[in-house]
């Protein structure tokens, strides 16, 4: 039965991109699963709008590359990641990167942001998240 789920949401499709340079994404980029392998890019993200949502995977080698998520200079980033006894509260600052630091990296570290709409502190919010993100 466990199969048969698994071949279904494969037959459901899920928009992938491998991110190989810097890029800033915009609404029509909403939904996809970004691959990051590559160090020392950014990704900005547009200004926030209800209901947008992004993914980001690091498909780097262990300790090889940093992923910079970068909001508009109006809005930020808020939520928790935690990761076994590692908490990081993320204040919403604005115009603060969220980071994928390289030193603790490993591959399949992930972090998906939903928008809320509301430009400030809680324009993007963490919907969930494995490995140790920071905020810039």
């Known amino acids: 039965m466990a199969t048969t ?17 810097s890029k800033s994404l915009d609404v029509n980029d909403s939904g996809k699963t970004f691959f990051v392998g590559t160090d020392a890019l950014v990704v900005t993200l547009p200004s ?9 995977v690091n498909t780097g080698a262990d300790g090889a590359a940093i992923i910079t998520i970068s909001p508009a200079a109006a809005d930020g980033i808020n939520g928790t990641i935690t990761l ?8 919403g600052t ?16 992930a972090v998906t942001l939903l928008g809320t709409g509301i430009a400030g502190t809680k324009a ?3 919907e ?9």
């Open 5 to 21: 789920r698994i071949f279904r949401q494969l037959d459901a499709g899920v928009d992938v991109e491998t991110i190989t340079a």
């Open 48 to 56: 926030t709008v209800l209901g947008l949502r992004y993914k980001f």
């Open 84 to 91: 076994a006894a590692t908490v990081v509260e993320l204040s």
């Open 94 to 109: 604005v115009n603060k990167d969220l980071i994928n630091t390289k030193a603790t990296a490993t591959t399949g570290n």
């Open 124 to 126: 993007w919010v963490v």
């Open 128 to 136: 969930n998240s494995t490995g140790i993100w920071a905020s810039e």
